[in-house]
């Protein structure tokens, strides 16, 4: 069964630095994450860059569309200040920019597709593209996670050495059919969502089991006595702490 870490940290350790930025990617290494999930969507030019909202307000105030700009307007934004102060000027990273960071420090990528509307198999594609070109498995373990069906077959046919995650809120009835078709690895469910019942059916199916977004200890530990075996968190370091 694929090994998943007991802890990873999401959107980087979103809790306590901006998300998808590479200072949250280091705040989770600090933290002593081991692992970190991260959101991926296609600039208007087509690059992989490390971002959430189909809109570019919240985190960087700029009233536009992440379609519709491309990556040299994107670099002229930046996305920390939003979430503090200090972090003003922390830019969006290209997919590239985080596996060259992680590569470095020894930290795993679970690489979510996240596609603008109409382009999940483009997202796939360009994912598993950078992946298999940046991404050195036989270094570290590397896993490409999505709710598009679309995009993990395109990432399936494009790079199917890299292990895939199916995500899904809650629990869908042909959740078996569909890693089945797309081989995939691990079955990623909300927290909220996940009874004893289906987190045993995924550990017999032979599957590894993770859980987003996990940041309250006493659900944690609930969730890994049901026999999960990740817990996906904004604060790796304080529920792994707690876990402790
Ligand atoms: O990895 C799963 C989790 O990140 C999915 O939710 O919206 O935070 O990307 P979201
Ligand atoms: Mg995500």
């Known amino acids: 069964m694929f090994q998943l870490p007991r802890v990873m940290g999401h959107r980087g350790a979103a809790g306590d630095a901006p998300e998808n930025t590479l200072v949250s990617l280091r705040t989770a290494a600090e933290q002593g994450a081991r692992w970190v999930e991260f959101d991926v969507m296609l600039s208007g030019d087509g690059v992989p860059v490390l971002f959430h909202d189909d809109s570019l307000k919240r985190t960087t105030g700029r009233d536009a569309l992440m379609a519709d700009t491309p990556l040299a307007s994107l670099r002229k934004l930046e996305a920390g200040a939003w979430f503090a102060p200090k972090f003003a000027g922390e830019p969006i990273p290209t997919l590239e920019d985080a596996l060259s960071f992680l590569l470095s420090s020894g930290i795993s990528p679970n690489v979510e597709i996240k596609p603008s509307k ?20 036989e270094r570290a373990p590397a896993l490409i996670c999505s709710f598009y069906k679309e995009g993990l077959a395109a990432a399936q046919r494009i790079a199917p050495q890299v292990p895939r995650a199916f995500l899904m809120r809650r629990p869908a009835r042909d959740w078996r059919q569909t890693a089945k ?29 993770a859980v987003f977004t996990v940041n309250d ?22 529920i792994a702490a707690a876990l402790d």
């Open 181 to 209: 078709k797309l081989e995939c690895s691990t079955i990623h469910v909300g927290g909220r969502w996940l009874s004893a019942r289906v987190a045993q059916e995924i550990k017999q199916a032979g599957y590894g089991s």
């Open 217 to 238: 200890p006493k659900r944690a530990r609930l969730l890994l006595a049901r026999g999960v075996d990740c817990i996906i968190t904004d604060a790796p370091g304080k």
């Open 118 to 137: 109409g382009k999940a198999a483009a997202t796939g594609r360009a994912v598993a593209e950078v992946m298999a070109r940046c991404w050195p498995l």
